[in-house]
């Protein structure tokens, strides 16, 4: 199946026609419309150079909040309140974080100029969220991410320290389950999402939940 090559017009393909690694279209923008219409629809975007690509993966890597896995290390540091926790202020200075922290294995970033400019207006909408933990007033860890109904499509987290990324993921998904959600999007399978409770479950279940 050919890929979709998208243009001015709000549009995009269904889900299912999806290249067998998410790959789902090319091109188009990253307007406030269109990063709203692809949330809803399971689709989100990452960069190849200049270009957005819009994936839509299936299987899709979640976390139920009942399955969140915490280490006994973990629930020490929770324990000791060993990070200062604090969600939605600083949104642009989380994500030029995961933007710029170096990750192994990986060269340069998805989060380009546009995905921290595109994102941050999301974020003034209420459409976007974050949260970060701090060490003697100093962001060391945290995450951000789009809130769809009683979804959270988690996007990127970073890490500064030992253990601050999942001290803030932790605390967060707490926070989520208060606030009405059910379920966080993970987007693709990794090492370290697994270690939290990570799981893989069919595109057509995860759609069903943003709908």
Same mark, same amino acid.
């Given at each position: 199946?050919?890929?979709?090559?998208?243009?001015?017009?709000?549009?995009?393909?269904?889900?299912?026609?999806?290249?067998?690694?998410?790959?789902?279209?090319?091109?188009?923008?990253?307007?406030?419309?269109?990063?709203?219409?692809?949330?809803?629809?399971?689709?989100?975007?990452?960069?190849?150079?200049?270009?957005?690509?819009?994936?839509?993966?299936?299987?899709?890597?979640?976390?139920?909040?009942?399955?969140?896995?915490?280490?006994?290390?973990?629930?020490?540091?929770?324990?000791?309140?060993?990070?200062?926790?604090?969600?939605?202020?600083?949104?642009?200075?989380?994500? @030029?974080?995961?933007?710029?922290? =170096?990750?192994? !294995?990986?060269?340069?970033?998805?989060?380009?100029? +546009?995905?921290?400019? %595109?994102?941050?207006?999301?974020?003034?909408?209420?459409?976007?969220?974050?949260?970060?933990?701090?060490?003697?007033?100093?962001?060391?860890?945290?995450?951000?991410?789009?809130?769809?109904?009683?979804?959270?499509?988690?996007?990127?987290?970073?890490?500064?320290?030992?253990?601050?990324?999942?001290?803030?993921?932790?605390?967060?998904?707490?926070? @989520?389950?208060?606030?009405?959600? =059910?379920?966080? !999007?993970?987007?693709?399978?990794?090492?370290?999402? +697994?270690?939290?409770? %990570?799981?893989?479950?069919?595109?057509?279940?995860?759609?069903?939940?943003?709908?």
């Amino acid at each position: 199946m050919p890929l979709h090559i998208l243009d001015e017009k709000l549009w995009f393909p269904p889900v299912e026609e999806s290249l067998e690694d998410g790959l789902l279209a090319a091109g188009g923008d990253l307007s406030i419309d269109r990063l709203l219409l692809a949330y809803k629809n399971g689709i989100f975007p990452w960069f190849d150079g200049d270009i957005p690509l819009w994936w839509s993966p299936d299987p899709r890597c979640v976390i139920f909040p009942d399955e969140l896995k915490i280490s006994h290390s973990m629930k020490q540091l929770l324990k000791q309140n060993r990070f200062e926790f604090r969600i939605d202020e600083h949104f642009t200075e989380v994500v @030029l974080n995961c933007q710029q922290v =170096e990750r192994k !294995d990986q060269r340069g970033t998805w989060i380009s100029d +546009e995905i921290v400019e %595109a994102y941050s207006t999301l974020h003034k909408m209420g459409h976007a969220h974050c949260a970060a933990v701090y060490d003697k007033g100093e962001m060391v860890g945290g995450l951000y991410g789009i809130r769809v109904g009683k979804v959270f499509c988690g996007e990127s987290m970073f890490s500064k320290v030992s253990n601050a990324s999942k001290y803030a993921f932790i605390k967060y998904v707490q926070h @989520l389950v208060a606030n009405g959600i =059910e379920l966080i !999007d993970c987007q693709v399978h990794n090492p370290h999402l +697994e270690s939290l409770g %990570a799981r893989m479950i069919p595109r057509k279940e995860f759609i069903s939940y943003l709908k």
